[in-house]
């Protein structure tokens, strides 16, 4: 099949949809006989990855919150006859209703992949935003679900949460997973190369959050429930990696500050790499407290690693992690998540190996990306066929 991913943006440092897109595209392009595109709003020449497993056409420059890409539309007319299967990758921007009015006008069947972009949690959090988007929606998103021919979940608890934030709502779901590749560096080399980078972490316990520093993430319950657990464990220290994407960090410095673990909690940005690797395969455990998190690349590229992890009950992929004993689960509250350090600080070694044993094999069972690429290749040829 020729497959095209349409995103509104490459970089890295916005979330989760870019590195879904590179990890299936690397699954598909491995089975052979497919190719994939991908056609993205950034400027020509920006976010350029080595190696990257798909053809990228660059679209942009885009303007405006929304990211609206004058040469979006005519390349798209120019070009979509090429593709057996068009795939959206995200919601409210310009990408998604543009090739929804391309795909329409031409009668041609397109996917969507929603990327958990209608969680609840969202309408909760930010109620004058979604009432935005509420007006948004009987006329723009709701017709690009209607329309498309399947739309794409990663796991079951998404595509249930999805119906509960707009009205109407119709669409044709299919839970095709999502996952990676497992890490092909080598872990020892990996490992050795971020220590020499924080070498103030030897003989330490490395408590590991990895991701965008953003308030859903719950780094301020993360920051209370470790300065609790810290106290009575001097060897534990807590890296915070993430870029700051909406300039949250000075202010959860300055509580790291208030509460006296400023020593203690370290902040090098976003870690790429073989620094990012090591950083995973260093730590005792990965940490989540998010309070919504459709997927979560990071919560799956620890535990194909082999270590466990400690993630809030808001991570949708929460129960497959539970029913493999690969971690500890608790709510996205302080006193749930202090309950849950100190359940993971209290293990003794042999626990912990257990654990981080059952850690890879509950990333075999459900996170490898072969099997997601495989489902979502079924239902993208399904469609084909009836087409």
């Not at 992890?309 to 991570?315: A, N």
Request: aromatic letters at 10%.
């Amino acid at each position: 099949m020729r497959i095209l991913h349409v995103v509104s943006s490459l970089d890295p440092s916005g979330g989760g949809p870019p590195e879904g897109i590179r990890q299936f595209a690397g699954a598909i392009r491995h089975r052979g006989g497919h190719t994939v595109d991908v056609a993205t709003l950034d400027a020509p020449g920006a976010y350029r990855e080595r190696d990257f497993p798909a053809e990228v056409h660059q679209l942009g420059p885009a303007y405006l919150k929304y990211r609206y890409a004058p040469r979006f539309t005519p390349w798209m007319y120019a070009n979509v006859d090429r593709y057996d299967a068009v795939i959206v990758n995200g919601l409210w921007q310009y990408h998604s209703y543009a090739t929804w009015r391309v795909m329409r006008r031409v009668r041609r069947p397109y996917f969507v992949f929603t990327h958990g972009m209608l969680d609840p949690w969202f309408k909760r959090r930010y109620p004058l935003k979604h009432l935005k988007k509420s007006l948004y929606w009987p006329w723009a998103e709701y017709r690009v679900l209607r329309d498309a021919s399947g739309v794409l979940f990663t796991c079951a608890e998404e595509e249930r949460l999805a119906r509960r934030s707009f009205r109407p709502y119709r669409d044709v779901p299919f839970t095709v997973g999502y996952g990676i590749q497992p890490p092909r560096g080598d872990p020892a080399r990996d490992t050795a190369a971020f220590r020499r980078a924080f070498p103030g972490l030897e003989g330490r316990r490395l408590l590991l959050f990895l991701s965008r520093i953003h308030p859903k993430k719950g780094c301020e319950v993360l920051l209370d429930a470790f300065a609790e657990v810290a106290r009575a464990d001097a060897s534990l220290v807590l890296m915070i990696a993430g870029p700051d994407q909406v300039g949250i960090q000075g202010r959860l410095q300055a509580q790291a500050r208030r509460l006296g673990i400023a020593g203690r909690v370290l902040w090098p940005g976003m870690l790429k790499g073989e620094l990012k690797w090591g950083a995973l395969r260093a730590a005792d455990a990965f940490v989540l407290i998010s309070h919504q998190e459709n997927f979560g690349i990071a919560v799956v590229e620890a535990l194909a690693c082999g270590t466990p992890v400690v993630i809030s009950d808001q991570v949708n992929i929460w129960r497959e992690i539970a029913g493999c004993e690969a971690g500890l689960i608790c709510s996205d509250t302080r006193k749930d998540a202090t309950r849950a350090l100190r359940a993971w600080s209290a293990l003794d070694a042999g626990a912990r190996a257990r654990i981080a044993s059952r850690a890879r094999e509950c990333f075999a069972a459900y996170f490898h990306i072969e099997a997601a690429a495989g489902h979502l290749l079924e239902v993208l040829l399904r469609s084909r066929s009836h087409a």
